[in-house]
Each structure stands twice: as C-alpha cells, then as structure tokens.
C-alpha cells in the first residue's frame, strides 16, 4: 500500500467551478500535508500546507485535513484556466523528515 | 521565490552511455539537495539526499553506483546517470531545501526537471 494514494485524473471542469481535490493516507505518524503545484514541464512549487487536522484557506484555495480519516483535501473555488495543473499532495511527519508524495492529479480548467 | 535551475531540460542518450545533470540554487546558498524520480501517472520518488561536502544518503533500492550524486559546493549538485538503459528513462528533478518554516514543515524549492531519454 502507498503511503500516499491520489486519484490521477484527468479532472476536467468549467472554468468558475469549485474543484475538490482529495488524497488519502496510511502512516499516522504524518503530521505535516502539503499541496504541491506543478505545471507541465516545470517542477513542483508548494502551495499550501496544514498541520495535523484543521482547515487552511489562502485566496480561492483551501485545504483541509481530517486525521480521523487520514483524509487530505484541496478545494478551489472560482477556478480558472490558470489553475490548470497537476496538483501533488504530500505529507511528512515533521521538520527535516522524508516527504512523500502522491501521484498528482491532472486538472484542467476549461473556458 | 528562491530559484532551482537544472541542467539540461532534455536529453537523448544510447543505451550504455553516462549522462549528467546539473542542479543549480541561483540566489541562495543549499547545504541540502534532493534528487527525485518521477515516472509518468506515477508519484515522485526520493532517490538520494545530498549533503554538501559529504556522501549522498541514497533512498532503499536506488543503486548507489549507478546513479552517482556530487554536491561539490553549496549551490551545485550533480546526479550522473552511469551506463543508461532504457528502463533509467524518466523524468528528474532536483530540489534544495530552504529550511523549516515557522508551521514546521520544511521547504524545499524545485527545479525544472530533466527527462532522460535513452534508446
């Protein structure tokens, strides 16, 4: 099992709608979730990040975590062309320990 | 934001030949780099740790030999891949660690990867 599991995609939506972008994961002792985004043929930049359970919001994006469930979320409203990407969650158990990433999911905004 | 560049973007190599790839931190110094390996539909994967002026600290499964890790100073790592075959295709990217932010979590700052292409 994948310590970090995320639907690839493709997800394809219109342009102003709200996008929910999800992942799971297997090891409790993760404490730190981050969201990566990632253009085609660029690297990854960090987006958000939460710690332990709670919600995140900054602009249109928010991320939300639920420790219960192991349950890592990415919401993104007003969603614009722009924001077409693949999207990478990650998670790490704190300070200058191993990050691991899921697969990314692919996103794209239509006009 | 910090800028990671690597070099190069592409490259097309026969099978058995060695290449390199240069990471590059312009605007600040990173005792710390990072070497991933990402193939496509597929997560990245941590292949080695690099510390400047020490030996790389290599993730389980990733042949030390083969993938050979310098990070000579403190604003340049270099991964070279030894007698490439077409299964060592892939998309690299580095990365250098920026430090802890003031929530805990660590920054890194990525460059724009490599793809490998070996015939």
């Known amino acids: 099992q994948k310590e970090v599991e995320q639907d690839p995609g493709p997800l394809s939506v219109p342009e102003g709608a709200i996008v929910s972008l999800n992942c799971t994961y297997s090891n409790s002792a993760f404490q730190y979730f981050m969201w990566y985004r990632q253009y085609s043929r660029k690297g990854p930049e960090l987006l958000m990040y939460?710690?332990?359970?709670g919600n995140k919001e900054d602009g249109r994006f928010t991320a939300q975590v639920d420790k219960s469930s192991k349950y890592i979320s990415l919401f993104i409203r007003d969603s614009q062309p722009s924001d077409s990407a693949t999207y990478l969650c990650?998670?790490?158990?704190?300070?200058?320990?191993?990050?691991?990433f899921g697969t990314g999911t692919k996103l794209q905004v239509i006009p | 934001g910090a800028v990671v560049s690597q070099h190069p973007s592409r490259v097309i190599c026969k099978s058995g030949t060695s290449v390199k790839i240069e990471c590059r931190s312009l605007?600040?110094?990173?005792?710390?780099m990072f070497w991933y390996r990402q193939f496509p539909k597929q997560s990245l994967m941590l292949m080695a740790t690099?510390?400047?002026?020490?030996?790389?600290?290599?993730e389980q499964g990733v042949e030390k030999d083969k993938f050979l890790i310098n990070h000579a100073s403190l604003t340049l790592s270099t991964l070279t891949v030894t007698s490439a075959h077409p299964e060592d295709s892939s998309f690299y990217i580095c990365s250098a660690r920026m430090g802890v932010l003031a929530g805990g979590v660590e920054t890194q700052y990525f460059g724009p990867g490599t793809r490998l292409l070996v015939l």
């Open positions: 939460t710690y332990s359970s």
């Open positions: 605007d600040f110094q990173a005792t710390t």
């Open positions: 990650a998670s790490t158990v704190g300070g200058y320990q191993k990050v691991t």
């Open positions: 690099s510390n400047e002026g020490s030996k790389a600290t290599y």
